[in-house]
């Protein structure tokens, strides 16, 4: 079964210092992995997601993840933090290769301080 | 509208009410989804339509736990009999394509915060 663990539920970063939100995965199939962020009232909104396609990853508003196979990672990264980057982040693998079941972690808060 | 619309925002309900949760998919969205929030804890699947056909419902923690959709638009899920561990909030999604597609893409409504007293 596909499980995701994300480390750290809060991180807090100065504004223009780098973002890093750690997730690792679990999977006994080639998994499709997702970033989702969640603004206070608001829906999630997709990020990014990796389909196997190329292992660097690039989404909106600057973020980027990398899959790594051999770590079973999909870390979450920033060169520049800005104010507006505060929310809930989630990493996601899919079931078999779907979209549709995704399996969320628990999530990290990223704070950003001026 | 322009994205998925969840009503009502928050509902406080007491032990052993009926609660019914609303979702208004994007115009033409064909599939549905819908999610559980517990505080401090990532979405779980609950529930999955294609159009007006329910196809997977493996979500579902009890049977008290009912959704629709029946003419392929608008959902509503159903809680018979609300417990305190129901409280959460309940997320809808919506997608364009098929479950499945690579082309998919998940658009999720802002929640519904249930409080079971």
């Known amino acids: 079964a596909q499980s995701v663990t994300q480390l750290g539920s809060h991180v807090s970063v100065s504004e223009g210092a780098l973002v890093l939100l750690r997730c690792n995965y679990s999977?006994?199939?080639?998994?499709?992995l997702f970033w989702y962020v969640q603004y206070p009232n608001q829906g999630l909104q997709l990020l990014l997601k990796?389909?196997?396609?190329?292992?660097l990853v690039k989404g909106i508003n600057g973020f980027e993840a990398e899959f790594k196979k051999s770590e079973t990672s999909f870390h979450l990264t920033k060169p520049s933090a800005h104010m507006s980057d505060a929310a809930e982040y989630f990493c996601a693998v899919s079931e078999g290769g779907s979209q549709g079941n995704l399996i969320f972690g628990k999530g990290t808060k990223l704070s950003v301080k001026p | 509208g322009a994205g998925v619309s969840q009503s009502p925002r928050y509902k406080v309900a007491k032990r052993g009410q009926d609660v019914a949760l609303r979702c208004d998919p994007i115009?033409?969205?064909?599939?549905l989804f819908w999610y559980q929030q517990a505080l401090g804890q990532g979405p779980e699947f609950l529930t999955y339509f294609q159009n007006e056909a329910q196809l997977d419902k493996s979500g579902l923690p009890s049977d008290r736990f009912f959704a629709e959709r029946p003419e392929g638009s608008v959902s509503t899920l159903k809680i018979q009999r609300t417990q305190q561990e129901d409280s959460a909030v309940y997320l809808c999604?919506?997608?364009?394509?098929?479950?499945?597609?690579?082309?998919?893409?998940?658009?999720f409504g802002s929640g519904t915060q249930l409080s079971v007293l």
């Open positions: 999604a919506s997608s364009l394509a098929y479950r499945g597609t690579t082309n998919e893409k998940l658009f």
């Open positions: 115009s033409g969205h064909v599939s």
């Open positions: 990796y389909t196997s396609a190329a292992t």
């Open positions: 999977s006994s199939v080639p998994p499709y």
